[in-house]
């Protein structure tokens, strides 16, 4: 699976971004998807996951309520909403692909990683 995130960008504190990450392959509903980031200077750290079928997501506490993770498999494309953008939202982020087994949670588990695209969020 290759996969290729855009729609980053530079906003004010507040506003709203829409990451897009397309999947290469004609399983992509095979696999579960995940978001993570990193910040300068720190590690990469989970966001969001979904389940192959999106029935199931998960987010981490610090954007739950804010970020939506969504997909749509006849597109090959997941996609993270984040609204009320906070400076602390600030890093690269990631998408990530895996069909294994283990907690979507931890980067470890993912087999596949797209190039991550930039937000930055103003204050």
């Known amino acids: 699976v290759q996969l290729q995130a855009s729609g980053g960008g530079l906003v004010q504190a507040g506003g709203c971004l829409r990451l897009s990450c397309a999947a290469s392959g004609r399983t992509f509903g095979n696999y579960n998807m995940g978001w993570f980031r990193q910040a300068p200077g720190r590690e990469r750290r989970f966001v969001a996951a979904?389940?192959?079928?999106?029935?199931?997501?998960y987010y981490a506490d610090s954007v739950k309520g804010r970020f939506t993770i969504s997909r749509d498999n006849r597109k090959n494309t997941v996609y993270l909403q984040m609204n009320s953008l906070k400076p602390e939202d600030t890093a690269v982020y990631y998408c990530a692909a895996r069909n294994g087994l283990g907690l979507l949670t931890n980067r470890d588990n993912y087999a596949y990683w797209g190039q991550g695209t930039q937000v930055t969020v103003s204050s």
């Open positions: 979904g389940s192959g079928s999106g029935d199931r997501t």
